[in-house]
């Protein structure tokens, strides 16, 4: 044998040995290691981890609760298009291999190897399926064994479509969305089989690198990998020359918010959140539990606009305070738009109450930008709002001027204006006096600022809505709505109070003489209130309103409670004047009808008592008809009368403001619906002068009741 013929026999030879070693050893891993791979329980039994999710009466979703977003879909219901851009994306030989793609292999080794470095992956979504399963994401020679094995085994023993399934329900897409469904809610607001072409491909585009692809995050990266899916859909044949040119001119609309419900109800939603939770503790984040509530989105949705524009109202009444912060960017125009985002980042949206960056500003014109590069133009009446802190006398640290950030908002016209985030906080809650059921309740101004929950953690001053309790309590004393009750100066001595000398006075300081009860409940009369508490006994009223759902503690025995000065929440007063309402009946609000699990299987159900049950009476029907009489005749002619303009007699109520008009209510009913606003400031400070409870609190009473009736 020549040596030339040895130099090329021997290595051959030893490189064909190596393999077979090679080989051997990996047939013998196999042998061993086959028996003892995971059993495919998990897949065959798949109970993936559904959110808790939360709905109205009329079921619209308004608020999910979990780890993970998911919403299961069956492999049937996923559109064609929407398979094709996975296949196209992940695995276009998806239906002929058997979990491990020979050709796939093959083609990026050797792009690997031409690319002179590791360009592409051979993953089938059989071994993606494998690895969300079973492994964890590490990248070793043994990892890549056991996940080929399990491919083989999963390969065995499902279907094609069944695993499929597997991948469209399970695999994470970002944004907290894991499967197909749920992303396509998150990222678009639609259901799967409503995506475009377009949509589809973007969202098959996120499995390889759910953060560098993400269409929030990413946008950029994100087009460029749906371009590619497009593409590569093009050249399998699952799109003409013509579906491709749509696809590649449409414009997609990315849902940059993550909570982004068909009804503003995050209040009830966190207490129903809070519900299913005490009931199934943890599990309720993980069964696909629905928790349906009593609320209605035609009732939710009147009860959020009238808090929005009444606080908005109040707002505007008291002045324009200036820009929320100021931000400086280069004059480089790519960098100036970069620091412009990174700074709206840090000013969340509120609604309709939009962040801007101030690029110019004079009195007769501001340009400014919105998140994403919109170009906003704001003139005319669009300034008049924050006009005094445009000019050159405007304090230097509150004017608009470039780099300032506004709030801007659109008029009915569709036109811009400058507007601003309030302070003052405010609160509404409605619910049947038959049984309590809540057809609405909005907690506060903006659930995002603020969770807390105005309507069942806020103690307030109840002011004068707090009276009728009073007289409900001297007609039980034998008082009547004709008794005379004089309306005179009064001097309430020190050793009466226990600490000093007490000079009520009336709201207007004017004072009547004799007058009826019902007259002086109409016109909110202090001084014959206090005469009347001081009669039938400060402890026996205290006792009273017990009947009512009130906390003695919260209403020392003192004369001071005739006007209100103890502590209610707005909860609570829901449950008091549902007894006027409904003939003497205490009746318990709630917001969940039923909970039940993701087959359908009814778990808890509320079961209330109704009005009419004497179990639960409460006052006698004849007082609580002569005090819903007293409070029809406050909407008619007494405090109440704005309420004049819903054009209706079967109306009642009373308006409350507190010393130093700190909180405004109106507490009102009709017999098929009760209702209670209240508006005042966190941190207990004056409303400001004439914010009464008629000017303040009435006006978003109105607005719900408009709608709701």
Known sequence: MSVLLRWLVYPIAALIGISLIGLAVAGIAVVLAYPNLPTLEVLTDYRPKIPLRVYTADGFLIGEFGEERRTFVRIQDVPPVMKQAILAAEDERFYQHVGIDAVGVVRAAWSNLVGGGKKQGASTITMQVARNFFLSSEKTLLRKLYEAMLAFKIEASLSKDEILQLYVNQIYLGQRAYGFAAASQTYFGKRLKDLSVAEAAMLAGLPKAPSAFNPVANPKRAKIRQLYVLRRMGE??????????QAHAEALVIHRELNEFAVHAEHVAEMARQIAWEQFNDDAYTRGLRV?????????????AAIRQGVLDYDRRHGYRGPEGYVAWSADTSQGEEAIEDALQDYAESDDLRAAVVLSASASEVRAVRRGGEAVRIAGEGLKFAARMLGDNAPANRRIRRGAVVRIAKNDAGEWHITQLPEVEAALVAASPVDGSVRALV???????????????????????????????????GYSPATNVQDEPLLISAEETGSQDWEPRNYDNKHEGPMPLRLALAKSKNLVS?????????????DYVTRFGFEADKH???LTMALGAGSVTPWQMLIGYSVFANSGYRVQPYVVSRIVDDQGRVLARAEPVRAGDEDIRVIDPRNAFLMDSMMRDVV?????????????????????TTNDFVDAWFCGYHPAVVAIAWI?????????????GSAAALPMWIGYMEKAL
């Open 236 to 245: 399998l044949g699952y799109l003409d020359e013509r579906q491709l040119a």
């Open 292 to 304: 349906v509530t009593t609320i209605t989105r035609a009732d939710q949705e009147a009860a959020y």
């Open 443 to 477: 907690g506060g101004f903006d659930f995002a600022r603020k969770k807390f929950n105005h309507v069942t953690q806020a103690w307030r001053q109840p002011g004068s809505s707090f009276k009728p309790f009073v007289y409900s309590a001297a007609l039980e004393r």
């Open 530 to 542: 206090v005469r009347l508490l001081r009669a039938i006994g400060p402890r026996y009223a205290q």
């Open 556 to 558: 020392p025995p003192y």
């Open 636 to 656: 008619r002619r007494g405090t109440a009368t704005r309420a004049l303009s819903l054009k209706r007699g079967d109306l009642a109520g009373k308006t409350g």
């Open 680 to 692: 005042g400031f966190d941190q207990p400070k004056k409303l400001g002068n004439g914010e009464t």
